[in-house]
T-cell receptor
Framework: EPEVTQTPSHQVTQMGQEVILRCVPISNHLYFYWYRQILGQKVEFLVSFYNNEISEKSEIFDDQFSVERPDGSNFTLKIRSTKLEDSAMYFC????????????FGSGTRLTVV | AQKVTQAQTEISVVEKEDVTLDCVYETRDTTYYLFWYKQPPSGELVFLIRRNSFDEQNEISGRYSWNFQKSTSSFNFTITASQVVDSAVYFCALSGTVFTDKLIFGTGTRLQVFP
């Protein structure tokens, strides 16, 4: 069964450093998402991406965050200057189409900011 | 506003007991989707079910069953004859179709099944 692949599975970074989280969605999917889960809390929406642009973003997704799909396969989340409170599990998800299609989640990247 | 409420923070049961996890939602959309995900200690999100708002039939899959009641905006999940491997955090989630398609998650219910 096709999978969404996320790398790395765990990343440790120093506060203030830039970090890029990588995702390879399923190849025929058109809608892409990033979600975040701070330890012990609920999963929160960050951003959705369709047709090479952001279609929706949450209040969490401020100027420190950016997404891109540089080569038609990878979908990346960049955090420009990490803060301690960015420590969380980051999930990538993709869907083949809108509404009537299910989401496929990756297994997540655990980001630890020290 | 779109909202999912899972009032049960943590439930503990002994193996073989039945357990029901509650989920109540709010949405402006007339067409929407409801989901349940399981998050084991390893951390990944495991998809369990997706239900269209027009389909109020209850669903059974092995030891799992789901009760969707539009009248009370609830989508409850029952595990029959629970097993230790069912221990996990379970999230209910909602996605709309008109105003937004993002998933809105509840706060999760931690289920502990003791042998």
């Amino acid at each position: 069964e096709p999978e969404v692949t996320q790398t790395p599975s765990h990343q440790v970074t120093q506060m203030g450093q830039e970090v890029i989280l990588r995702c390879v969605p399923i190849s025929n999917h058109l809608y892409f998402y990033w979600y975040r889960q701070i330890l012990g809390q609920k999963v929160e929406f960050l951003v959705s991406f369709y047709n090479n642009e952001i279609s929706e973003k949450s209040e969490i997704f401020d100027d420190q965050f950016s997404v891109e799909r540089p080569d038609g396969s990878n979908f990346t989340l960049k955090i420009r200057s990490t803060k301690l409170e960015d420590s969380a599990m980051y999930f990538c998800a993709s869907r083949q189409g809108h509404s009537n299609y299910g989401y496929t989640f990756g297994s997540g990247t655990r980001l630890t900011v020290v | 506003a779109q909202k999912v409420t899972q009032a049960q923070t943590e439930i503990s049961v002994v193996e073989k007991e039945d357990v029901t996890l509650d989920c109540v939602y709010e949405t402006r959309d007339t067409t929407y989707y409801l989901f349940w995900y399981k998050q084991p200690p390893s951390g990944e999100l495991v998809f369990l079910i997706r239900r269209n708002s027009f389909d109020e039939q209850n669903e059974i899959s092995g030891r799992y069953s789901w009760n969707f009641q539009k009248s009370t905006s609830s989508f409850n999940f029952t595990i029959t004859a629970s097993q230790v491997v069912d221990s996990a955090v379970y999230f209910c989630a909602l996605s709309g179709t008109v105003f937004t398609d993002k998933l809105i998650f509840g706060t999760g219910t931690r289920l502990q099944v003791f042998p």
